[in-house]
């Protein structure tokens, strides 16, 4: 398959999976693997970041979540399965990008102060903390991932791993004497012109700005000074998008979960409304019969509206045609109880996690197959990061 549809993603190590995940990301993951060379990271350093002062849920949850994502469908056969801190390249690349990175690109990353805020129970005026975009950047840029799958909230950390790319190709990826032969010409623009031309030179070279571009051809076209080997010279110049050696990669946005939890508020951990993956049959069905429905409807005999109800929600993920149409009418004209309302979808999310919970038993009655998978994964991850990094060395000239 094509490097040049490479996709990486990864998961902090946090603790069992719950169906959100599954419906927001890894549903997707196992679509994805089977049209691109995929690799799926337990992001394991990350989660150092914000618990280093307790790392014991981190060391219990790799293995789990890896069980999670296999019995989600994830298949090691197609995609390369790793643990972040079993690749030391990940490490290596990110303190190298650490030498080129302005403090200032990482302090206005929105996560950053958001989780300050939000973790304010935690100190994470740590030098880690604030790299953790910058950490992902490396995970990104090490594989030359052309695509990310990622949550709307991880967007800036893709953006910002396209700006790190597109300073690490500016910096070392121009070829030696051209600039040199170009920089000479510059005076001759006049003083004024010449640092507004450096100005919009860097504007499009490090930021992409395609608008500095058009006023630096402008600048030259009426520029009276130059020569016509110089003006073209200076043009070349500008548009020398220097070599890539880091490609630039894509967020893969994938839609905000549809799947609520069972309160209608996002499903997750610290609002204590999730189901788990492979939540046992007995529990998802205790959870959904005690699931809220429309506040409105208080009797049996009282109408309701599904829009209002959080069990809406879940069949129209978990539903067919047939069942929400019953759904609408049973409950907009008193037809069924809410009971009744909840039982195909009990029925459907048993159905469900009873094959998660069917392709994670093998995993579970054998520990050793997990630790194999990730052995390999490591290997293969170690193998084709070695490459990018060896180009990056030679890139910054620590290569002997
Ligand atoms: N920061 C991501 C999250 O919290 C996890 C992650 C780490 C990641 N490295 C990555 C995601 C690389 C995509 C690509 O969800
Ligand atoms: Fe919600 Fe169904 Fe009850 Fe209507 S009948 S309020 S959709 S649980």
Known sequence: MENSSRILSGMRATGNLHLGHYHGAIKNWVNLQYEHECYFMVADIHALTTNYESTGLIASSVHEMVIDWLAC????????????????????????????TPLSWLERVPTYKEQIEKLSNRDLGTYGFLGYPLLQSADILLYNAKFVPVGEDQVSHVELTREIARRFNYIYGRETGFEEKAREVIPKLGHKRAL?????????QQEGNDEALEKARFLLKDAVNLSLGE??????????KSKVILTEPQALVTAASKLPGLDGQKMSKS???????R??????????KSMQTDPARIRRTDTGDPQKCPVWQLHRVYSNEEVKQWV???CTTAGIGCLDCKGPLIESIQAES?????????YIEDRNLVRNILADGAEKANETTEDTLDMVKSAMGIKY
Request: no cysteine; glycine share 2%.
């Open 271 to 277: 609002y204590n409304n999730t189901l788990m993956l």
């Open 354 to 362: 009873e094959q998660f919970r069917e392709r994670a038993r093998p």
């Open 196 to 204: 507004l031309y450096e100005e919009l030179l860097v504007q499009y």
């Open 328 to 330: 609408q009418t049973g």
């Open 73 to 100: 469908g994830v298949d090691p056969s197609q995609a390369v399965i790793f643990i972040q801190s079993e690749v030391p390249a990940h490490a290596e690349l990110h303190l190298l990008l650490s030498m080129i």
């Open 279 to 288: 939540e046992a049959p007995d529990t998802i069905s205790k959870k959904i």
């Open 231 to 240: 003006r073209e010279r200076l043009f070349a110049f500008l548009e020398n």
